[in-house]
């Protein structure tokens, strides 16, 4: 998952340094930094942006812990919104089972929304094939919504074809 | 060594050319100089202790469908029970047609030769889905070398590769694209934007599916293969039916179309992992190791220190399988030397 971590930093030097060590040693890979000296707080302090990829949460709180310790000034932990993209193929009579509920209970998850959908229609009595790209804001989100589409594809008859990479 | 060939069609065939075409490589290799003493199909048997005339024997076969045509050593109703009762041999193959609901004839035919103190080498699926931990701890009570490498890949050395060269590895799960029927159907769909029964139709006119289709498009084959790989490789005692199999006949050009536009191909993929085992179509993006095309086989293998490998070649044909069949002879041959 995709993860960022907003704190403030004093204005001395070494801070910067100091604060990506333990985010690498847990086992993030950091994408970007943005340090932004001409936006000091009124306290002097230096706004620090890092996006990270981390592959599974405990280490997120890890590196957390590991800043809060050292007495960094976290002002917000995030993971960054759809970050997680999962396409899938439906196929079977999707408009008659109600393509709307399909994606109203989908997109009633939180921190989940179909961001993509395709359709192509069979002939009249055949099945149609449609295609779904489902934006979750992290890994457990992207599960959720997959096993969720599993459960409504069964109920509906629907067979249901994820990537290779969610297996 | 002495040989019995129980099962004298594509493959019992395939492997007798085998043996011909590799004789002095062989030799001169191995040191290994094998003897087919008897052979014997559904309507009878061959047998010469002093070894059979393999040419002979594939033409008896050609001709006239059975072994038991052999000049003067044929016998017509001489069956493979009696066969290994009274032939002394050192290695039995089980080449007979897979049955996946008794395992039978096979597995009757290894459990006698495994009692008899032989070893045995098999391609026949019906026997390992049915029995496979029985099969594997009678192997090692009676002392005989068990291998079934023909059974799963056909040509791909997917067992070997995992039990022997990455042995160092903890395999975390093995995921496949083990039916070259299916592949080659869902290949030729996605060119020609064909539909499924249209391919089928095609496939079966060139003998690349079977008159009955089922095993093959239902994904039940690509499950034996992933029940075998299970229970061979990750350690588990699972039976056919403890997979969750979905086959392709709902495929349509259309949806095959979709993935396209989206950068993936649709597979029959079928996947091993502890607690889950499973086959269905899936999404492979174009381009990873697995999107292979035609008949192709290939398998992924998840490992912790190698990471990810993958293997692929060709899953079925008479000739490439008598390539895992000889593998598995000449594996025997070198663990008896020690």
Known sequence: MRAQIEMELEDVPGQLVKVLEPISSFGGNILNVLHERDRKTPLGRVPVRVVFEVDERVKLNRIVGALRSMGVRITRVGEKEGAVRSTVLLIGHIIHTDIRDTIDRLNELRGVR????????????????????????DEARARAALSRLEKIAKGKSLLMITSLEGM | ???????????????GR??????????????????????????????????LKLERLLRAAERANTVAAYPAKGKRGKSALEVIDEVEAD?????????????????????????????????????????????????????VEFRYSAS???????????????????????????????????TRMSKEGAPFEV???EAQEMGIAEKDPTLDVDGIDTACKITILANAILDMDVKLKDVRAVGIRRIRPEAIR?????????????????????????????GHPLAVGGT??????????????????????????SSALLGDLIDIHRTLEG
């Open chain 2, 199 to 201: 391919v089928l139709r």
């Open chain 2, 18 to 51: 085998a043996l011909v075409e590799k004789s002095r490589f062989l030799r001169a290799s191995y040191g290994l100089a094998p003897k087919v003493v008897a052979a014997v199909d559904e309507y009878g048997a061959a047998v010469d202790e002093k070894g």
């Open chain 2, 152 to 186: 799963v890949g056909g040509a791909v050395p997917v067992v070997g590769l995992a039990k022997k060269l990455l042995a160092g590895n903890e395999v975390h799960a093995i995921r496949g694209v083990l039916n070259g029927t299916t592949n080659y159907i869902l």
């Open chain 2, 258 to 286: 979709l993935a396209q536009e989206a950068g993936y191909m649709i597979k029959l993929v079928g996947v091993a992992r502890r607690g889950s085992l499973e086959v269905g179509p899936r999404l492979v993006p174009a």
């Open chain 2, 91 to 143: 290695v039995v193959f089980e080449l007979t047609p897979t049955n996946i609901k008794t395992g039978n004839p096979g597995l009757t035919h290894i459990r006698k030769a495994m009692l008899a103190g032989r070893h045995v080498i098999t391609s026949n699926k019906g026997p390992l889905v049915v029995a496979f931990r029985e099969l594997d701890g009678l192997a090692k009570r009676q002392g």
């Open chain 2, 296 to 321: 192709l086989n290939a398998v992924t293998f998840e490992l912790d220190l190698a990471r990810e490998v993958t293997i692929t070649g060709f899953g079925a044909g008479p000739r490439e399988t």
């Open chain 1, 114 to 137: 179909i961001s993509d959908l395709s359709l192509a229609m069979g002939a009249i009595g055949q099945e149609s094939a449609a295609r779904a790209t489902i934006t979750a804001d």
């Open chain 2, 1 to 15: 060594m002495r040989l019995v060939l129980i099962g004298f069609g594509n493959l019992g065939r395939g492997l």
